[in-house]
C-alpha cells in the first residue's frame, strides 16, 4: 500500500504539523520488510494451498509449482505476491495471500488473484 501526499501537506507550518505527525506516526508502526530467507519457499506455500484449498495434493502438485515473489509482514503473519503455475491452468496466475507460520508448517489464512488491467 502507498499513499503520496503534496509537499505543502506535510510541511511542519500546514495545520500546526498535525498532518506531518501523523504521517511519521504511521511510518514508524509499519513493519519493515522482513528477509526473503523467512518467507515461505514454494513448495511449502504450494503445500499451504492445497491444504487451504482441501485439492488432493497427490493428483497436481508434483506438476505445478508457486513462485514467491514478495511478502511483507504483518504481526506474525505474512503477506505475499506470488505466482502460481497450476497443472490444470493454462496460463500463471498472480495472486497474494496472507500465510502465517506456526512451528515448522505454513498455513494459508486467505488468498486473492490479483487481475492483471
Not at 495472486?95 to 500465510?99: D, G, I, N, Q, S
Given at each position: 500500500m502507498g499513499v503520496f501526499l503534496s509537499p505543502i501537506l506535510t510541511n511542519s507550518n500546514f495545520a500546526g504539523g498535525a498532518l506531518?505527525?501523523?504521517?511519521?506516526?504511521?511510518?514508524?508502526?509499519?513493519a519493515p520488510r522482513p528477509p526473503a530467507t523467512t518467507w515461505p519457499t514454494g513448495p511449502e506455500a504450494l503445500a499451504a494451498l492445497f491444504q487451504f484449498s482441501d485439492w488432493p495434493e497427490s493428483e497436481a502438485g508434483d506438476s505445478s509449482s508457486i513462485s514467491v515473489d514478495d511478502c511483507l509482514s504483518n504481526g506474525g503473519d505474512f503477506i505475499c505476491r506470488m505466482t502460481m503455475h497450476l497443472s490444470w491452468v493454462e496460463t500463471p496466475r498472480i495472486?497474494?495471500?496472507?500465510?502465517r507460520k506456526s512451528l515448522d508448517r505454513w498455513s494459508m489464512l486467505g488468498l486473492k488473484e490479483i487481475k492483471s488491467t
Open positions: 506531518a505527525q501523523a504521517v511519521n506516526g504511521m511510518a514508524a508502526q509499519m495472486v497474494e495471500a496472507t500465510l
